[in-house]
């Protein structure tokens, strides 16, 4: 349980408010490569509670830029995309990508008034299917070597879902290994030559055991948080009963981000990205250290599930995320089907648009929720103060050295699970086509 003013310094996300000022001095998703393919380049953005609008210029430059025109406030999202800039559509009013006004034709000829008409701007980049945008002071940070921006592009595919709720809850959903034996339990074990591309559905480590019956079967992990460069390195041991130990390593990646395992083949890296107090983006990162991502396949999948252009999934509160009490008997621990995404959906959902984390009580199992709040409560004492350099990644860290994290499900032989996890991620990395090792 925490206080009602420690839950708000935590999750508001507001220009000046508490978490959103440490999570402005890193870089966030704004939008989706894909979603800037269509004829016009032009989307509309809502990040940590800000309206943008991101577009591409004729030069094949992004622009991000406020929503509402400094003219008299509207919507540059209409905007005409000419001159290589936006201009809106009510007097005229041209801006380029860094949001400078540079035309205002109705104003008198020789008019130098639009030198000092400035939209607010960020900076923007590409990198492996996301637009990036840093919304802070000073120059942007790099980017850490992470796995999915070290991959070639042939082996990340990127993807988003809209959740109904604050991005603090939805980001806790991911630093707690021991809900997966519950939220996502299958009472069937598929084959798991049709897991492509989905959670959970592979073996377990270089095992013939299902990861939905290891899962099931073992549901008290025993789980240590450990603070690392990148953010938190969390890992859950489940004792097979047989000498074996099964081993699961996660990442929380400060501030917002998850790195787990997906399949034996792939990793996700997630991001929790604040629209405002009240919603979020997921945004996932499939990295392959194998073959390239089939991203045809992977898109078909996830579009069956969400609607464009918002990417809202197809289940949710309207329509009781498809719960079948059948279902529930039978099939799944939830009675909300196969997709996983809708598990933790209902699970982040459900608690509110804010989480009332006034009224919870933290088991031993939610130690990464409780280190990674220490975490997020000294990085806000760290903005606060100007102590920068004292935020995880800042000070001097060479971001060229923060890799991996290393992220995968083995199993120990013989108890010494520290080794076994070592050894399969060197083992992966060691057979990757593109340059993986650390
Ligand atoms: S409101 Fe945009 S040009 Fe007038
Ligand atoms: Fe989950």
């Known amino acids: 349980m925490i206080s009602q003013e420690l839950n708000d310094s935590l999750t508001r996300v507001g220009k000046g408010s508490d978490a959103g000022e440490v999570l402005r001095r890193y870089w966030q998703p704004a939008a989706l490569v894909d979603e800037l393919e269509g004829v016009r380049p032009v989307v509309p953005v809502r990040l940590l509670g800000e309206d943008l609008v991101l577009f591409r210029d004729s030069e094949g430059e992004l622009g991000l830029i406020g929503r509402h025109c400094p003219h008299r406030g509207a919507d540059m999202c209409f ?56 919304m802070g002071p000073g120059t942007p940070p790099d980017f850490p070597a992470l796995d999915c921006f070290r991959a070639p592009s042939s082996h990340v595919f990127a993807f988003k879902g809209l959740w109904d709720c604050n991005w603090l809850q939805a980001m806790e959903v991911g630093i707690d290994p021991a809900h997966a034996s519950f939220l996502h339990r299958f009472l069937q074990d598929e084959d798991p030559a049709e897991a492509y591309g989905k959670q959970f559905r592979d073996t377990a480590g270089n095992t013939e055991i299902p990861m939905t019956k290891l899962l099931r079967d073992f549901p008290r992990p ?131 648009a804010i989480q009332d984390r006034t009224q919870e009580h933290l088991g031993k199992t939610d130690v990464g929720i409780i280190r990674y709040r220490r975490q997020l409560r000294a990085a806000i004492a760290a903005v606060k103060e100007g102590r920068d350099e004292d935020l995880p990644m800042y000070g001097g860290l060479d971001l060229a050295t923060v890799f991996g994290p290393v992220s995968n499900d083995s199993i120990a032989q013989d108890g010494d699970w520290e080794r076994a996890a070592q050894e399969a991620d060197l083992q992966r990395r060691g057979a990757c086509s593109w340059d993986a090792k650390v």
């Open 222 to 352: 025993e789980i240590t948080a450990e603070e690392a460069d990148h953010g938190l390195k969390i890992t859950a041991l489940r004792d097979l009963g047989d000498g074996r130990t099964h081993v699961r390593i996660t990442n929380q990646i400060f501030p917002e981000a998850i790195c787990i395992p997906m399949s034996r083949e792939m990793t996700i890296t997630q991001w929790h990205v604040p629209i405002d107090d009240k919603s979020c983006y997921w945004y996932s990162m499939f990295t392959s250290f194998d073959q390239p991502v089939n991203k045809t396949l992977m898109r078909e999948q996830r579009l069956k599930e969400h609607r464009l252009p918002d990417y809202a999934p197809l289940k949710g509160r309207h329509n009781n995320y498809g719960f079948d009490p059948e279902e529930q008997q039978r099939e799944t621990y939830t009675g909300m089907g196969l997709d996983i995404n809708v598990h933790d959906q209902w699970a982040v959902e459900s608690m509110g």
């Open 79 to 134: 905007g005409r995309l000419e001159d290589n800039g936006l201009r809106c559509p009510f007097h005229g009013w041209h801006f380029n990508r860094a949001g400078q006004c540079v035309e205002q034709p109705g104003e008198p000829a020789g008019s130098r008034m639009h030198e000092k008409i400035q939209s607010t701007a960020y900076p923007v980049v590409e990198k492996n299917g996301i637009i990036w945008a840093y």
